[in-house]
Structure formats: structure tokens, C-alpha cells
């Protein structure tokens, strides 16, 4: 069983940043290994979409290419944290930032879980 625990979402100006960090709890380390972590967000009345990703092993990362330049995303493995810094923030960043993860169980199954999302919300 994996726990993901949002924080940093907020209101802020347009051209502004926010830092999300998304926190891992995994019931039973041994059990469960992590491929990547990553971002996706709901904009109000629209369909879930990806943000960013990172592998866990080696720290490769992937971005939906309208966030790359503004967005980076980041780890820090001894903590099982992910962050999202997000820079130059546009009004249609506005949305709801569910973080994800993937990976394998015990037994070689995949498996993911999903966090209880942080609305962010970028307004003058």
C-alpha cells in the first residue's frame, strides 16, 4: 500500500511560482518498488492531464511540452519525495495537481496509486 500526501498548492498572481511537493508512504518498503513518479492536473470542466515525470532510478525527466521551460520537476529518493516548481505561472495553470506514482509489487505486478490532489489556482 502506497500514500501520497500533496502540499503547496495555493492562490497566486499570474507570473508567479509555487513548489509542490507530493510525499510517499509506502506501508511496506519491501513490496513495493517505484519506477517514477508524476504530475497531472484537472483544469476546471476538462479531462485529467499529464504534467511532468520522473524516473525514480536515475532521475530522466518528461514534461508535456507547453510546461517545459516554466515547470521542473525534481526528487530527493532518501525522502520518497517528489516536488513540482512551477515558475511564470499562466491563468490557465488553474487546476486541481494530483501527484502519481507507478511501480512493481511483491509478487511483479504492476501498481498505482494516486494522491488526493492540491488545487492550485492562479489569479490577479
Known amino acids: 500500500q502506497v500514500q501520497l500526501v500533496e502540499s503547496g498548492g495555493g492562490l497566486v498572481q499570474p507570473g508567479g511560482s509555487l513548489r509542490l511537493s507530493c510525499a510517499a508512504s509506502?506501508?511496506?518498503?519491501?513490496?513495493?518498488?517505484?519506477?517514477?513518479m508524476a504530475w497531472y492536473r484537472q483544469p476546471p470542466e476538462k479531462e485529467r492531464e499529464f504534467v511532468a515525470a520522473?524516473?525514480?532510478?536515475?532521475?530522466?525527466?518528461y514534461y508535456e511540452h507547453t510546461n517545459q521551460g516554466r515547470f521542473t520537476i525534481s526528487r530527493d529518493t532518501s525522502k520518497n519525495t517528489v516536488y513540482l516548481q512551477m515558475d511564470s505561472l499562466k491563468l490557465e495553470d488553474t487546476a486541481v495537481y494530483y501527484c502519481?506514482?507507478?511501480?512493481?509489487?511483491?509478487?511483479?505486478?504492476?501498481?498505482?496509486?494516486w494522491g488526493q490532489g492540491t488545487q492550485v489556482t492562479v489569479s490577479s
Open positions: 502519481h506514482t507507478d511501480g512493481t509489487g511483491a509478487a511483479g505486478q504492476g501498481e498505482d496509486y
Open positions: 509506502v506501508s511496506t518498503p519491501s513490496v513495493f518498488s517505484m519506477s517514477s
Open positions: 520522473i524516473r525514480w532510478s536515475d532521475g530522466n525527466t
